[in-house]
């Protein structure tokens, strides 16, 4: 699920009314239903008769001297009010346009993070036709042929230039092709994926240019509303694995501290076709925590994954993050999380490359929201 941000991921949970084809929050924000019918590549782009959507890249990058690297890249729109408009790239005060970038440097394990928040048409826009928008000098946009082009900068340690071409097609996660977070009606979302991108590209990281390759993994989310009420946080993984199969999980946790029923599990084969599992057929155990001073929050690094495969087979994984100082501290939304680079392994031996996101650990988002 994604990142985060939260401040504008939790929304009000009212009564909903409902037509035959469309339900509406009260507020007269449109929810996502099942079957939708997409049209690319303009659904790529924003919806803004829903009050929020992102768009969210994490990938692993290595240099010519094999030195790696993680990145994070996420745009967000979230209306101000029903009926917005959007694509324009004029003043107005229709929407909001936040964006979270950041490098992990992980050979000398440093983490450097920026977040932004402007209006639309100021210095902020995003397209209803197709992937293309802008948030200050940070841009993502989408090709003809599929290529999407992310250029950004952190602080004044990075200038990132990245080229990120799908290698197979986006899927749909959800039963029906909706993706449901808890039983309150508008607790769902719309959810394209590109789980796996070729990258290249290179960056300047503190005056020194280097040259980039690797893989990364796009969502785009669709919503107006993403938790029930009793939810407080979630823990999110996307895995890459070396057999080119994919993996992704998001752990919902209640006020409990147990797993939300809506929690999932799914697999992607090769070929593109999806397998979900319920929190009964998994188990996600921490197993080292981190201590951030910063945000006074404690997060769970270090975790296995255990469960059963669609083919029947038995599967223990272990995510270990590459180092622990991974968080994004919310500078602007006033909300910290952990998202941070990882490795997979099975009986010691590394499987896969994956993102994990950490969050609702200082307090319930919900209750930081209010």
């Not at 802008?134 to 992310?150: A, D, M, P, V, Y």
């Not at 090769?270 to 599992?277: A, S």
């Not at 080292?288 to 006074?296: A, E, G, I, L, P």
């Not at 255990?306 to 995510?319: I, M, S, Y």
């Amino acid at each position: 699920m994604k990142n985060l941000l939260i401040i504008f991921i939790i929304l009000l949970l009212k009564n909903v009314s409902y037509s035959q084809e469309v339900i509406y929050t009260d507020q007269g924000y449109r929810i996502p239903t099942e079957y939708p019918k997409f049209n690319f590549p303009q659904d790529h782009g924003s919806h803004p008769e829903f009050r929020i959507e992102w768009w969210y890249i994490t990938g692993h990058l290595t240099d010519s001297d094999l030195n790696r690297y993680g990145f994070q890249a996420t745009f967000f729109r979230y209306a101000l009010k029903p009926n917005a408009t959007a694509g324009s790239s004029s003043f107005g005060n229709e929407h909001i346009y936040m964006a979270h970038m950041a490098l992990s440097d992980i050979e000398k394990k440093k983490f450097y993070h920026e977040e932004r928040l402007n209006r639309d048409g100021w210095d902020a826009y995003c397209s209803t036709n197709k992937m293309m928008m802008q948030n200050g000098n940070w841009t993502l946009n989408q090709s003809e042929n599929k290529t999407i082009f992310l250029n950004a900068t952190i602080q004044e340690n990075v200038d990132l230039k990245l080229a990120l071409d799908p290698t197979q097609p986006h899927v749909i996660f959800g039963e029906k092709g909706l993706s449901k977070k808890g039983k309150d009606p508008s607790a769902c979302s719309w959810y394209i994926t590109y789980p796996r991108m070729q990258v290249t590209g290179n960056m300047i990281l503190n005056n020194k240019n280097i040259n980039l390759k690797g893989e990364a993994w796009m969502d785009h989310e669709i919503s107006s509303s993403q938790l029930s009420k009793t939810q407080v946080g979630w823990d999110w993984l996307s895995v890459r694995f070396e057999d080119e199969s994919e993996l992704m999980l998001y752990i919902l946790r209640d006020q409990d501290g147990k797993p939300d029923p809506y929690s999932k599990l799914i697999w992607i084969d090769k070929d593109g076709q999806l397998t979900h599992m319920g929190p009964d057929t998994f188990k996600w155990e921490s197993k080292r925590s981190w201590f951030s001073k910063k945000s006074d929050s404690n997060y769970p690094v270090e975790n296995t994954l255990t469960g059963t495969k669609p083919n029947g087979q038995r599967f223990e994984l272990h995510v270990i993050p590459l180092f622990d100082q991974q968080e994004l501290t919310g500078e602007l939304g006033g909300i910290a999380y952990w998202e941070g680079a990882c490795d997979i392994y099975e009986n010691n031996i590394k499987t896969g490359e994956a993102y994990m996101e950490l969050t609702g650990y200082n307090e319930s988002l919900e209750s930081q929201l209010r």
